[in-house]
């Protein structure tokens, strides 16, 4: 018993050495080097965030996803330091993630390059997305007839990627009753080059009623003052007086403050602040 007491202790002293000197791996260990750490990288994410890197090197799906759930949640855009965050995310193993990363730049009005797109991307209520597949570009486009939901999150995915031939399916659907699926065609015709069309389809939807939250109200206006319609910054005044989503982690609030760097909490002060940025030629 002794000898074999004494063999164990030895493989275990052999492991444990292994293990120091870097040469051996331990079972679903995630390494990485002190110079590709997240919070060196990313160091205004690691302060919201705690425990960054474990997190963000977990094998494990949902707590990566949970990480950008946890930084949105309360703050939803952060046109400084969100956006080189979510594209480093690009390059994760999850198309999932990745979908969540490209989704999010787009809600920054970051639209990323065919050349930088991940090959696979997990689109809700369509599933895998190859977009360099002609079957899975066929089948989202046939989606895309669809006036409903499923349309829209189709158009959606395939304005991300660029797909011009989806032009004329998306301008069919700005006569959708849905709303999201309409703020879907109108940015997609803003993305592939029908400026004019996507944005009228824009202020339309700042002036729309068909919806009970206001939430794509106030999108289209965010997306109009990032395309340099500065003037459809009122449209959020009115949905702060209006009260639309004021205790929501979409309120019109954190838009306005992320598109101006300033922080009122009223219509009226928000008003007054325009005035004198019009007076002074901003």
């Known amino acids: 018993m002794k000898a074999v007491h004494h063999t164990h202790s030895l493989r275990t002293a052999h492991v444990l050495l292994l293990l120091a000197a870097g040469l051996l791996v331990a079972p679903h260990a995630h390494v990485q080097d002190a110079k590709d750490s997240w919070a060196k990288k990313f160091p205004a994410i690691a302060v919201r965030i705690k ?26 855009r952060d046109s400084k330091h969100y956006p080189p965050f979510l594209r480093a995310l690009l390059k994760d193993s999850s198309p999932a ?31 895998e997305f190859a977009w360099q597949d ?19 999150w189709a158009i959606h995915a395939l304005g991300i990627v660029g797909d011009k031939e ?16 309409r703020f879907s065609a109108a940015m997609l015709l803003v993305q592939l080059g029908e400026v004019k069309e996507g ?13 009970p939250t206001g939430f794509y109200r106030c999108r289209a206006a965010e997306v109009l003052v990032r395309l340099g ?8 005044f009115q949905e702060v007086a209006r009260g639309t989503l004021s205790n929501s982690t979409y309120s019109p609030l954190k838009f306005l403050e992320d598109l101006t760097g300033q922080y009122f909490s009223t219509a009226a002060e928000w008003r007054r602040w325009w005035q004198l940025e019009q007076r002074n030629g901003k």
């Open 97 to 127: 993630l990745r979908w969540q990363a490209v989704h999010q730049l787009w809600e920054h009005n970051h639209f990323v390059d065919k050349k930088d797109l991940p090959a696979i991307l997990d689109v809700p209520l369509m599933g």
């Open 229 to 236: 319609h500065k003037k459809a910054i009122e449209s959020l």
């Open 199 to 211: 944005v009228d389809a824009l202020y339309k939807i700042t002036d729309s009623n068909d919806e």
């Open 134 to 152: 002609p079957k899975h570009l066929e089948r989202f486009r046939s989606a895309a007839r669809s006036p409903d939901a499923d349309g829209g």
């Open 166 to 181: 989806s032009i004329p399916l998306a301008k069919n659907l700005l006569s959708s009753k849905n709303v999201f699926t």
């Open 51 to 76: 425990h960054l890197d474990e997190r963000m090197n977990s094998p494990e799906e949902y707590v990566r996803k949970r990480v950008l759930n946890e930084l949105t949640s309360y703050q939803p």
